[in-house]
């Protein structure tokens, strides 16, 4: 489905985040567009409204999506992330594995257990949704969210495990810490991570 949102932008329904990523490759192409912004269950395209009509933008997005031929893969690049589970580094996972009705040893041996598809990077510059949490693992955000969550944090809230970037404000529950470095504005590429990875987390 596709839905105006803005004077100069449209949002087309994705069906996962795959998709979504697979299809914005497929729209950048063209060059038709200021921006093609995947998310985990839409793609936002902007057109530039002072040399395009939205009447022509939009027939130029169905034209595409008709030729877009989705082909599933699980062949992203793999990253494996080290993490210190628990204590100060992981506040919220006691309480956490005993909502849940585990042990500590468990809930690490869980999420360790494979590997994870990296959705979207947003709500806060370089913060990655991980998709593919099992479902003995899903835990509704905190009620309260904390005011600073620091850099380098491993959390998780419903079906997704959640790395910031960068510190900032939180709700979700946070579970351990690495040291790598998931921004450094130094590099190449200041986000190391970006949809369409997998990640492997592994117990320090």
């Known amino acids: 489905m596709l839905t105006r949102i803005a004077d100069d932008q449209f949002s087309i329904d994705a069906e996962s985040a795959p998709f979504a990523q697979a299809l914005a490759d497929h729209l950048r192409v063209s060059g038709a567009w200021l921006d093609v912004v995947p998310g985990i269950n839409s793609v936002v395209v902007q057109f530039d409204a002072g040399r395009t009509k939205a009447d022509d933008a939009e027939r130029l997005i169905d034209v595409a999506y008709a030729d877009f031929e989705y082909r599933p ?23 956490l594995c ?17 590997a994870y598809p990296v959705e979207m990077v947003g709500f806060t510059p370089g913060f990655a949704f991980i998709g593919g949490l099992p479902t003995s693992l899903h835990a509704p955000r905190r009620s309260a969210p904390r005011q600073q969550v620091p850099a380098g944090s491993v959390a ?13 404000p939180g709700g979700w529950n946070l579970v351990g810490r ?6 450094d504005p130094h590099g190449e ?13 592994v117990a320090r």
């Open 73 to 95: 893969t699980d062949d992203g690049p793999l990253i494996e992330i080290p993490v210190r589970y628990g204590g100060e580094d992981g506040p919220d996972l006691e309480p």
């Open 98 to 114: 005993a909502d849940l009705g585990i042990s500590k040893t468990e809930f690490i041996e869980q999420h360790t257990g494979q």
């Open 156 to 168: 998780v809230a419903d079906s997704r495990t959640g790395l910031y970037a960068l510190a900032s």
């Open 178 to 183: 690495t040291d790598m470095t998931l921004f």
């Open 189 to 201: 590429d200041p986000f190391p991570i970006s949809p369409g990875m997998r990640v492997r987390f």
